[in-house]
Structures are given as C-alpha cells and as structure tokens.
C-alpha cells in the first residue's frame, strides 16, 4: 500500500515509514523515526527523537512525540521512544523520550491514551491500558497491563499501577495501587476489588472471590504489612493471581496505597 503524506506535512530524510501510512496536514516526522504499517497520523502532530511507533495506530491532532525529556538530569545521551502496535492516542498527548543513555519511555499494544495525556521519561505502559483524559504521569511511573486510570489523575514519579486495577478519576497517587483494586480519591484510598473490570476480563467467580479475601486481609484485618502478607499465604491457595498480588505488594519501594 502506498504512503499517504499531506503536502503541507515535513517527513525527514531518514524516516522509515511503512505501507499504508497516512501523515496529515502540517505533522512533522523527524528524521530517526519509524512508524509501523497502517499507522494514521492526524494534523500538526510533531514526532521527533529516536521514535518507534507500531503498526495500526491512530495518533490524534496535535501530539507530540518523543520530545526531548523535561529532566534537569538530561545531558543529551542517547535515549528511546517505543511504542507499539495497535494504540489510539489523542489530542495533544505528549511522550517524553527518556533520560540515560539508551533508556526507553515505552507503551505496549492496544492502548487508549486519552486527550492532553502526558507520559514523562522512563514510563512503561503496558498493554491494553486505558489512560483517561489529562492525566499526568511523572517519570519512571509503570503502568501494568489492563490498569485504566481515570480523569485529572497526577500519578507521583516511580509508582506503580497494578494489572487490572482502577484508579478514579481525580485522584492522587503517591504511592503504588496493587493489581485488581480500585483506588480514588484525594489521598487517594482503596474502595475494594475492581469486580466489573475483573468480571469483563473473564476472571471467574473462584477468581474474584480469592482476591477478594486477599483484599479483606491486607486492607481490614488491621494487620502491618508483612503480617498481612504472612496471613495471606497461610490462609489462601498459591493461585497466580495470589501470588501476583502479594509479589507486587513485597517488590513495592513507595509503599502501597493504604
């Protein structure tokens, strides 16, 4: 399929564009950037940086991506953007390249990142997340796969989203959100297991209600951290879900949201 460039947008020599690619009017396409096969690009979009971009995205009008990072620390070393195949990303979404030498800000596959979004250097985002209108993730915040955070949301730099969980819409996250919650609120607070997500996803009845026990002992048994965890793994079976809950909790270096 042939490429598809409006004649008012700039495509640098040494860009690498794929069958079937559509670049809208004024967009701007830097010279060490790629973009996978079927990949449409709206108007006034500016992709810079040593950008990938996947195949089958939509890039909305006015993004910008792979800027150079917003990091004091930043002295022009070499880093990456990456993302994958299949992502819509809307109006005026920014994505911060990283910061230190050969360093990556990366979004999975599948993704929904919503209006005026901005990812800071040294994301990960995982696959098949849903980032909602102006929220602003500071640097090296990791996104798991499935997470969905709502609205207006600053999330404090390194934390961590867990798989599948739910954090409301103008909240504040200073700390990390374990997989399968929910989490809202302004200090943000848990409010239990993120059961319609859960049950969208095809998590079974067994499933939920383990969490769900899980969710009771470490939130509303008024056990500390390590005690919660030790009852957990006396009191229910080693299941994947288990074991992913109570590994995220012990890998946690912010603290877990409480």
């Given amino acids: 399929m042939a490429v598809d460039i409006h004649p008012t947008a700039i495509v640098k020599a040494g860009a690498e564009l794929g069958d079937g690619v559509a670049i809208g009017p004024f967009s701007i396409v830097g010279e060490r950037v790629r973009?996978?096969?079927?990949?449409?690009?709206?108007?006034?979009?500016?992709?810079?940086?040593?950008?990938?971009?996947?195949?089958?995205?939509?890039?909305?009008?006015?993004?910008?991506?792979?800027?150079?990072?917003?990091?004091?620390k930043y002295r022009g070393e070499r880093t990456f953007v990456r993302i994958g195949d299949g992502n819509t990303i809307r109006?005026?979404?920014?994505?911060?390249?990283?910061?230190?030498?050969?360093?990556?800000?990366?979004?999975?596959?599948?993704?929904?990142?919503?209006?005026?979004?901005?990812?800071?250097?040294?994301?990960?985002?995982?696959?098949?997340?849903?980032?909602?209108?102006?929220v602003n993730l500071a640097g090296h915040v990791r996104v798991h796969d499935f997470a969905s955070i709502g609205g207006v949301t600053p999330v404090h730099q390194f934390v961590r989203i867990?798989?599948?969980?739910?954090?409301?819409?103008?909240?504040?996250?200073?700390?990390?959100?374990?997989?399968?919650?929910?989490?809202?609120?302004?200090?943000?607070?848990?409010?239990?297991?993120?059961?319609?997500?859960?049950?969208?996803r095809g998590f079974t009845v067994e499933q939920r209600l383990l969490l769900k026990k899980a969710y009771v002992i470490f939130y509303r048994s008024g056990l500390n951290v390590s005690q919660a965890l030790e009852r957990i793994a006396a009191d229910l079976p080693p299941t994947d879900e288990i074991k992913r809950f109570v590994e995220f909790i012990r890998g946690s270096e912010r603290g877990i949201i409480r």
């Fill in 35 to 72: 973009v996978g096969d079927g990949t449409r690009i709206g108007s006034s979009v500016f992709i810079e940086g040593e950008t990938t971009i996947g195949a089958n995205c939509s890039i909305f009008h006015g993004a910008a991506l792979g800027s150079v990072c917003q990091d004091l």
């Fill in 91 to 134: 109006e005026y979404v920014t994505v911060n390249s990283a910061a230190g030498e050969g360093n990556s800000t990366v979004v999975g596959d599948g993704c929904l990142i919503m209006a005026y979004v901005h990812i800071a250097h040294n994301c990960e985002i995982g696959s098949s997340v849903i980032i909602a209108n102006a």
């Fill in 162 to 200: 867990g798989e599948y969980a739910f954090v409301g819409g103008g909240s504040r996250i200073p700390q990390d959100v374990p997989p399968f919650l929910k989490v809202a609120g302004n200090p943000a607070r848990p409010s239990g297991l993120n059961s319609v997500g859960l049950r969208r």
